[in-house]
């Protein structure tokens, strides 16, 4: 008898389980996608290194643009269509990052890129004015300071053997984010003397990556056991110990300094409301360790990227080259201003083209505070997570023609740019949560790709069609090819 009552506890228990999610299994009749396994969905499918993009494509050519797939209970529409990608962005109740993002938490710290709801709002608009046009012309003499050391760094590196750009263009990017959000150079810490911040950071990143598509590895326990857990949480140590020497260093130079900052960096700002008592330590040091990754992270993948693509189209890098060299005739460093970059519109091209073939940050995920009503009239429930990807959504043949998988920067010509909708080409995502730092990423990124290329002709042995992209929270190739240049007159 007791045996009958608890199978039929049970039962009860599983119906009304399954009456809780039957609006997912709506949407799921809507827009049918591959289950995976009972219990843990496509969760198996997902936890290889590397198959993220390459198994989307695969569901992709089978369900469609639109799909509801799970990840172990929970139910993710993934979309690479731009009108829904429009209506999920624009939504006010699809703000909040999806679960995926809590390793972000874990490793950098809760900043703006994972915070929720009011959070979020709060320390977004405390954090804009880093980023006011006026903040971002005065970035210029370090953006200029800093591709000029940058350029006396290349030098050593054009001895014509193919050579490995990354790991120099990181370090790069790493001093012009810390001085520009941190107001601070950290060229005399010897984490960057050696290089070691830079390859935590990477660390850093490869181990949250691993967590992000293993959702049993989000137990510190687990990962433990796994032998997962050591690498990640002495990584996570030495790159928030870098970020709070220099915060510790800001706040004994400011102790006394009540009033708002002359000069809105992220640091000032957020020193400014630790001591009004509306941030506390914590949020000073992750809004700060947070904005250093965001930003170095993806700016020196762009640079790479871009030359990259140039080294393997060298009509195209030609082209840019002429622009540049129209503007400053002569080689070696030279100061370039805002008027300047505004006069490269051909490297415009070429830019948004890689970010197009190449986006850093190639797929995004949020989830539904509400129900969300799409354009359609279809009804997304609340608790919904949705991935975009952006990858595939800014490779559609449908949208960006017949071309959309090579490697041309007419693409963003006028007159075939203009028809293209627009959230079909979103590498920094655009609507309510964009990316803080597009304007400062884009100036920054030209800035550089300018000098570099006014100075150096670039060429690579390796073939683009044997590019292997790979999802690692931000986009990685299997492969980096290395690249060989030769000095310009
Ligand atoms: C090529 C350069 C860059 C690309 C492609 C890029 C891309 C993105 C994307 C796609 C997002 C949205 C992430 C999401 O919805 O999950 C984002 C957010 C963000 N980015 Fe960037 N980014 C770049 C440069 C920068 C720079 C230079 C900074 C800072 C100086 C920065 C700081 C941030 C922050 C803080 C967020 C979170 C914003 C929020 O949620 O309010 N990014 N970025």
Not at 319 to 327: C, D, M, R, S, T
Not at 386 to 397: C, P
């Amino acid at each position: 008898m007791d045996l009958i009552l608890c199978i039929i506890l049970v039962a009860l228990l599983v119906l009304y389980y399954l009456w809780t999610r039957r609006e997912f299994y709506k949407l799921s009749m809507k827009f049918p996608g591959p289950l995976g396994y009972p219990l843990i969905g496509i969760a198996l499918k997902l936890s290889h290194n590397g198959v993220v993009l390459k198994l989307l494509r695969t569901y992709i050519k089978k369900y469609g643009n639109i799909f509801v797939s799970w990840l172990g209970p929970f139910p993710m529409l993934i979309v690479s269509d731009p009108q829904v990608t429009r209506d999920i962005l624009t939504s006010p109740n699809c703000v909040n990052k999806s679960f995926f993002y809590k390793i972000v938490d874990d490793s950098l710290g809760k900043g703006l890129i994972t915070l929720h709801d009011s959070d979020w709002t709060k320390h977004r608009k405390i954090l804009n004015p880093a980023f006011s046009h006026k903040m971002l012309l005065s970035f210029f003499p370090i953006f200029n300071k800093e591709t000029g050391i940058l350029l006396k760094e290349f030098n050593k590196l054009a001895d014509g053997e193919e050579r490995d750009i990354l790991p120099c263009l990181q370090l790069f990017t790493l001093s012009i984010a810390t001085q520009t959000t941190m107001g601070t150079c950290v060229k005399e810490d010897p984490k960057f003397q050696d290089n070691s911040i830079v390859v935590h950071f990477k660390w850093l990143l490869e181990c949250a990556s691993d967590i992000m598509h293993s959702p049993w590895l989000y137990y510190p326990i687990i990962r433990q056991i796994l032998g997962k857990e050591e690498q990640f949480v002495k990584s996570k140590i030495y790159a928030s110990t870098f970020i709070t020497k220099i915060v510790d260093q800001k706040l004994s130079e400011d102790i006394k300094d009540e009033t708002p900052c002359n000069n809105n960096s992220v640091l000032n700002l957020a020193i400014h409301q630790f001591k009004r008592g509306t941030f506390d330590r914590k949020d000073v040091e992750d809004e700060s360790c947070v904005m250093v990754g965001a930003a170095a992270e993806t700016s020196s993948n762009a640079v790479a990227f871009t030359l990259m693509l140039l080294a393997m189209f060298p009509e195209y890098q030609e082209k840019a080259f002429g622009e540049i060299q129209a503007l400053f005739p002569k080689a070696g460093d030279f100061s370039i201003s805002y008027e300047d970059i505004q006069q490269m519109v051909y490297l415009d091209l070429v830019l948004n083209e890689c970010l197009r073939l190449i986006p850093p940050v190639p797929i995004v995920a949020r989830q539904t505070s509400q129900p969300v009503r799409l354009s359609s009239g279809v009804v997304i429930p609340k608790g919904m997570q949705i991935i975009i990807n952006i990858f595939e959504m800014q490779r559609r043949k449908d949208i960006w023609g017949e071309e959309a998988e090579s490697f041309n920067p007419d693409h963003f010509l006028p007159h075939n740019f203009q028809d293209i909708h627009p959230y079909g080409f979103i590498p920094f995502t655009k609507g309510i949560r964009n990316c803080i730092g597009w304007r400062y990423g884009l100036l920054s990124i030209k800035l550089t790709l300018a000098k570099l290329l006014r100075n150096y002709k670039f060429s690579t042995s390796f073939n683009f069609k044997n590019l292997e992209y790979v999802e690692n929270v931000t986009m990685k190739l299997a492969t980096m090819p290395l690249l060989k240049f030769e000095q310009r007159n």
